[in-house]
C-alpha cells in the first residue's frame, strides 16, 4: 500500500517547476495538463511534460499526470499519447462524471501502451 501524504501539483509546460518538484520529498508529483496550462501552452506542455518524465529522476515520489478534463476539447487523448510511453505511474482525471469516462481513458492508456 502506498501512503500520499504530501501531493504537489506543477504546471505541465514549467520545466523548471518540474526540476525543483523533482527534487523535494515529496509522495507524489503530478504534473498539470490541464488547469494548470494555458490553452496556447497544451501541446508544449505535453512535450515538456514527456521530456520530463524521460529524463528527471523523482526520487521516490510517484510521477503522475493530470490530463484534459475527457469532456474538453482540449485533447485528453493528446495527453495520453505524449506521456504513456513514458511510463507514469497513473494518470489524474479530472472532472468525472461517470465511469464511462475513467473506462474511457483507461481503454486508450492500456491501447496506446
Request: no cysteine; aromatic share 6%; glycine share 6%.
Amino acid at each position: 500500500m502506498r501512503v500520499r501524504r504530501a501531493l504537489l501539483f506543477v504546471p505541465g509546460d514549467d520545466r523548471h517547476k518540474i526540476e525543483k518538484a523533482a527534487a523535494l520529498d515529496v509522495d507524489a508529483v503530478i504534473l498539470d495538463l490541464e488547469d494548470g496550462v494555458a490553452a496556447s501552452r497544451k501541446e508544449a506542455a505535453r512535450e515538456v511534460t514527456a521530456a520530463a518524465l524521460r529524463e528527471l529522476d523523482f526520487g521516490r515520489a510517484e510521477r503522475l499526470v493530470r490530463i484534459n478534463w475527457v469532456g474538453a476539447e482540449t485533447g485528453y487523448e493528446a495527453d495520453i499519447a505524449a506521456t504513456v510511453g513514458w511510463r507514469p505511474d497513473g494518470y489524474v482525471i479530472p472532472k468525472v462524471e461517470s465511469a464511462v469516462e475513467i473506462n474511457q481513458v483507461a481503454r486508450l492508456v492500456v491501447a496506446t501502451e
